[in-house]
């Protein structure tokens, strides 16, 4: 086992950010990152169609209108993902976050949406850092906490603008990305350090890269805690043996 876990959590699915005077705390952070991966499997889920339309909602967020989730096994689903990756977040202990889509005839994988999570080592995560290179995937597969730390001072605010532009890019994607010509399910693939304590129910998984890929770099935001930067990686068309 190297440094690096990936695990993948089977499919068979908060909000609030601790605010005083522009001041945000780990867990406060720890909220925003968990509810900004929610939202972001939410919107791509929709705009690369792995749901039907009619099963997502409009919701307000980031001063945007999002599309979330009506279906009970995916609401349930996404609710033990975020769960589990709330207790890594405050551990210090996620490195990734990705959602893979795949073709659910061909096998293969079509699209690679990665987060990269990096954290502020003077936030009282016992010294824990995100992002190194050296680990591997730990995942909950998706065919279909607490803390403290010390205060930071980055407005909610001046994050959800950042937010805002990320989810404004995903809804965009599909100006540039390949049309899904086939059923797709998708998976979900957590980078944790390997000191992470893992439930049984999540197994190891490989990262599932994509081959002749194209890769484009969205926005990032930072908390002043955490920093998520992100990315998606598609298989190009031409490439497709559909």
């Not at 695990?7 to 950010?17: D, E, I, R």
């Not at 059923?183 to 000191?195: E, G, I, K, M």
């Amino acid at each position: 086992r190297d440094s690096r876990d990936t695990f993948v959590l089977h499919n068979t699915t908060m909000s609030a950010a601790t605010k005083t005077e522009n001041v945000i705390t780990l867990k406060g952070s720890v909220a925003v990152v968990s509810e900004f991966f929610n939202c972001a499997i939410n919107s791509i889920l929709y705009q690369r169609g792995i749901y039907q339309p009619e099963t997502f909602k409009r919701e307000s967020k980031y001063g945007l209108t999002v599309l979330t989730t009506t279906d009970e096994g995916l609401l349930k689903y996404l609710h033990q993902i975020m769960s589990q990756m709330e207790t890594w977040l405050v551990e210090g202990d996620v490195q990734r976050f990705v959602v893979v889509v795949t073709g659910v005839d061909s096998g293969e994988t079509l699209e690679r949406w990665q987060f990269n999570v990096s954290v502020d080592d003077k936030t009282g995560t016992d010294g824990k850092k995100s992002g190194d290179e050296n680990n591997g995937p730990v995942s909950n597969e998706g065919g279909s906490g607490s803390g403290s730390g010390k205060k930071m001072g980055k407005s909610v605010k001046e994050i959800h603008n950042e937010i805002q532009a990320i989810i404004r890019q995903i809804t965009a994607s599909v100006t540039f990305l390949p049309l899904l010509n086939e059923p797709c399910s998708f998976d979900l693939l957590v980078y944790t350090n390997t000191t992470a304590v893992v439930p049984q129910k999540w197994e190891d998984s490989d990262p599932r890269y994509i081959m002749n890929s194209q890769e484009v770099k969205l926005r990032s935001f930072t908390t002043s805690v955490h920093k998520v930067e992100s990315m998606v990686t598609y298989k190009e068309a031409d490439e497709w043996e559909l």
